[in-house]
Each structure stands twice: as C-alpha cells, then as structure tokens.
C-alpha cells in the first residue's frame, strides 16, 4: 500500500488526519473553496480567512475577520504493474482508501490597512507501505514523512492598488523510513532490514504582494522559501549476515544523514469579474524540485560506502484556470482544471517518490447559510500519471521496472466559512 500523508490538520484531528497521493509530497489540496476551482486563482481570489496562509497580502481586501475550516475525504486508488524485477515480487498493493485530512486558518482586521493571520497544517509530506515482499523491497518497503506547519502572517494596505504581506513558515517533521537488505552474500539469512528514524523541526517564510489593476481585476504572486530538513541518526540494520556484515564494514553504525529541502515556490495567479455572475482565475506556478537533496535510502552493493543518494529532478511548472458562477445571491458554482509537470523520468525516477506529471479537474458550490456564515462542498480528481520506473539499481538492490497503470485521487472537501 502507497499512502501519502499531507496536510492540513484541524486541531481537532491533529493526530489521526492524513491524506493520500502516490507521486508527489507537494500539494495544493487543503479543502478550501478553491479546491472547487482546481486551485486556479489562490493568490488572487481573497474571498475567505484561507487567504492568510494563500497570500497574506490579500487579507486586507477581505472586509471582515474570519476563520475557515476544512475537512477533507480522500480516495486512492493507485496500484504498480511490474514488469521486470531482478529478485521477483509481486506489485506492491493497491493504494485504495479513504483518507481524512482538514485545515483551519483565521484572519484578524486590526485596522483598515493592517490585518493579522494564522494559519496550521501543513502543505508537503509523503506515506509510502508497498509490504515485504514486493518487486522493489529492496528500494524501499515503507516511508512516513509527516510535516505539521504552523504559519503567522501578516497583511498591509499601502494604497488603494497595492498590498502586501508575509509570514513564518515553522515545519516540524518527522520521518520513519525502511527497506529490504538484500543478503546475497549470505542468502540463508532472507532479508534484513535497514530503517531510520528521526525528527526535525526547521523554518522558512512566505512573501506576497496583492495588486488591485481597477474593481474588476486583481493580480497576486506569492514566494514560500526552501526549507531545509536534515533526519541525521544512526540507520538500523537487522538480520544481517556476516559476510555482508563484514563487506559494508564502517557503514555498520554509521548516521545516515538524509537531507531534503522542500522547495522554493512562486505562484502567479489573477481574478477577473467578467459580470456580476461569472469571474475566472488563473495561475502559473515554479517549484524548484532541482534542489530537492537526498532522499532513497537503500544499499546497493557490497561495497556501498553511503544509504542515501541525490536524486537528479528537474525545477517543475504549474498551470491552472478555472471559472465561478454565482447561480443565484446565496448559490455559487466554481469548476477548474490543472496541470503540472513532472520532475522525474523513469530511469531517475524511484519507488519511494514515484513522481509523474499530475492533471486536477474540479468543481465545487458554495452557499451562504447565514449573512456571515457560507458553507462549501467541493470534489477534485487527481490524475498522477502512469510514473514509470526503469532503474540499474545494481547488484544488491537490483533492476526495477514497471508502471503505474491506476494512479489517481479523488478528493471531497467540505468547508466552513464564518466572519466576525
């Protein structure tokens, strides 16, 4: 089984939420209304307290303080085809299920150009479970990298068409990881184990600015920046044979330090009200995955003198457009589609990050209950790519081949939306 754990978490489900995707750990799913627009136009839509943690500069169009919260239900259904395997398997799984995750965020009007926000979650992370006896054991078995964010901002009104904004981005994480040691020097052993397991708790930041082109149409480009996570411990190894023990020699006891750094973001979107019924939104995304550091954790021959490697992505691109439609003065209608590229190829690409290209339809409706409170029903299916993988992985470990042939995520959101 392939689970993906990402975020954001309600207080209320701080432990148990979690949510799914089986090639990527960056996710723009939080349950907001904009889940309905497939993301298109976040950091130009303004219209809830979810702003704050989208572009805190748009806090200060919003005319009211008010807290959002979300809840989010997942379905996975993501299953590896193998086609070839040096050591024979089976395929892993499926990545079925249904998943919770939700969010919260509130926005507080200090004054008519200053605003405060807070927001907790999280918006990158990684599960992974494919069992014991699969084709890739000696890739990887299981991984669990759980990033929990908590995120103070805050918002300025400079003049009448410009805004900005800025805030904290302080990221705890947490990472259990393991794989299958293949004991070839000592086969009446069966496989071993190599697991590390660590925490870290690391900080970045987040800019954004808001541009008001006339009453109609409005621009927002935000910055997150990379934040560094180093897990360094001693990796365990168990049921190791004594010849192979003796052949990785100093390895035995060694730190495994796994370093990744979640990457630099900029986001461009726009919002325009073409009339009082329809509006559109747009976006266009960088992700700097270049820099993205060390991830496998693995051994690949006798002689490995290191369990990690860098693994060789490319910087990524995000496109997305969407449209509303307020049906009537309480009902409204928003539908999107998106589209990102893929950082990975198949012979760079592995198993414990089986990244493809990704595809978001959605659509969702939006009502307003009460004069300040609006709830919100959303769905988004996640196309992910077949992600297919052709990796030399050398005499220990050895070749991988195969693909994704099921490989999506459909995603139900609720929202809650109340102002003060």
Not at 87 to 104: E, K, Y
Not at 350 to 375: C, H, M, T
Request: charged share 20%; glycine share 12%; with cysteine.
């Amino acid at each position: 089984m392939l689970r993906t754990y990402i975020i954001p978490l309600t207080l209320a489900s701080f432990i148990a939420a979690q949510s799914t995707q089986a090639a990527g750990l960056w996710l723009y799913e939080t349950g907001t209304e904009d889940l309905g627009l497939a993301t298109a136009g976040r950091a130009a839509t303004a219209s809830d307290a979810s702003i704050a943690a989208g572009n805190p500069a748009g806090m200060p169009l919003l005319k009211e303080s008010g807290l959002v919260a979300t809840s989010q239900i997942l379905y996975i259904n993501s299953r590896f085809d193998t086609e070839e395997a040096s050591f024979g398997g089976g395929d892993g799984g499926n990545a079925g299920g249904l998943v919770p995750s939700g969010g919260i965020s509130y926005a507080h009007k200090y004054n008519d150009d200053l605003w405060f926000g807070i927001s907790f979650g999280s918006y990158f992370g990684l599960g992974l479970d494919y069992g014991d006896d699969w084709a890739g054991r000696y890739y990887v078995t299981e991984a669990e990298l759980l990033t929990v964010v908590l995120n103070p901002s805050v918002g300025y009104q400079v003049n009448e068409w410009l805004s900005v904004g800025g805030g904290i981005d302080i990221v705890y994480s947490t990472l259990d990881q393991r794989a299958a040691v293949n004991n070839v020097l000592d086969p009446t052993f069966g496989d071993g184990e190599l697991k590390l397991k660590d925490d870290d708790i690391d900080w970045g930041y987040n800019l954004g600015i808001m541009i008001q082109l006339s009453e109609k149409t409005r621009l927002g480009l935000t910055y997150r920046s990379e934040v560094d996570i180093e897990f360094n411990d001693v990796a365990e190894l168990s049921n190791i044979g004594p010849l192979l023990e003796g052949a990785l020699g100093d390895l035995i006891g060694s730190k495994a330090s796994l370093d990744m750094k979640i990457p630099n973001n900029l986001l461009l979107s726009g919002f325009h009200q073409l009339n009082d019924d329809w509006a559109i939104m747009a976006n266009i995304g960088w992700q700097e995955w270049s820099e993205f550091g060390k991830q496998e954790l693995s051994i690949n021959s006798t002689t490995a003198t290191s369990f990690t490697k860098d693994l060789n992505y490319d910087d990524t691109w995000h496109f997305a457009l969407g449209t509303q439609y307020q049906i009537n003065p309480k009902l409204r209608y928003s539908c999107g589609i998106s589209h990102d590229t893929s950082p990975a190829d198949k012979s760079n690409r592995s198993p414990d990050l089986p990244f493809d290209r990704v595809w978001r339809f959605a659509n969702g409706i939006n009502y307003q209950w009460k004069e300040n409170i609006s709830i919100g029903l959303a769905y988004e299916y996640m196309d992910l790519g077949s992600a297919e993988i052709d990796i030399d992985g050398g005499p220990v470990r050895g070749d991988l081949k195969g693909e994704y042939d099921i490989n999506a995520v459909h995603f139900f959101a609720a929202n809650f939306n109340m102002t003060f």
